[in-house]
């Protein structure tokens, strides 16, 4: 599959929605498209419940801490780097249950 293919392929993955027309163009892919377009699929997913989960965490935390104690609060991927006022910073992350885990972060020199 040549680049610009797979330009075209991005293309239509972008204007799908829960219309089944949208999606007709995926049943014209060759077995290789299929395999590029599995790949975005699960990409996309994965994307979303990494969004998912972040928004969840900072919710969390945000019940656990009162506004003035926290100084920054930062999304990274699926996990948030919390910074308290006290100067105290966590990796912050759901367990397995989807409770909040606030791991204690050392500050490098």
Not at 10 to 38: G, I
Not at 45 to 74: K, N, S, W
């Amino acid at each position: 599959m040549d680049n610009e293919r797979r330009l075209q392929i991005l293309e239509n993955l972008s204007h799908e929605t829960n219309e089944a027309w949208t999606r007709e163009w995926r049943e014209e892919l060759t077995p290789e498209e299929l395999d590029f377009v599995a790949r975005e699929d699960d990409r996309y997913c994965d994307g979303v419940q990494a969004l998912c989960t972040a928004i969840l965490i900072r919710e969390r935390v945000r019940q656990r801490f009162q506004p003035q104690e926290i100084e920054e609060l930062t999304t990274i991927y699926d996990h948030c780097r919390l910074r308290l006022r006290d100067g105290r910073m966590f990796l912050a992350r759901l367990d397995k249950g989807g409770g909040l885990t606030l791991d204690e972060i050392e500050e490098a020199c």
